[in-house]
């Protein structure tokens, strides 16, 4: 049974800094392409940040410069550092697994909330 369990989420001032772990269990997440989407109420889920299996990264226009996606693979772990935090950064963040063949995988989502 696959689980992507996500943690980290909170409220925070804006300017400050959170890090999120997705922490995954039955599936070798090296191997896999991680994703962090976000979203916000009343929006649709936008991809924030991707991390492939070689370890390449990508960043939406508006997290990038203040978001870093990492992966510790001995923890079979994902990270997304946020700094610098807004409050249109306010969203349900997930964590998403997706391999070249076969089905996604998403974790249940972690709240984090920009707010002074």
């Known amino acids: 049974q696959v689980q992507l369990v996500e943690s980290g989420g909170g409220l925070v001032q804006p300017g400050g800094s959170l890090r999120l772990s997705c922490a995954a269990s039955?599936?070798?997440?090296?191997?896999?392409?991680a994703n962090w989407y976000r979203q916000a109420p009343g929006k649709q889920r936008e991809l924030a940040a991707t991390?492939?299996?070689?370890?390449?990264?990508n960043y939406a226009d508006s997290v990038k410069g203040r978001f870093t996606i990492s992966r510790d693979n001995a923890k079979n772990t994902v990270f997304l550092q946020m700094n610098s935090l807004k409050p249109e950064d306010t969203a349900v963040y997930y964590c998403?697994?997706?391999?070249?063949?076969?089905?996604?995988?998403w974790g249940q989502g972690t709240q984090v909330t920009v707010s002074s």
């Open positions: 998403n697994a997706k391999f070249i063949v076969g089905p996604d995988y």
């Open positions: 991390i492939t299996s070689d370890g390449n990264t």
């Open positions: 039955g599936i070798k997440f090296s191997i896999f392409t």
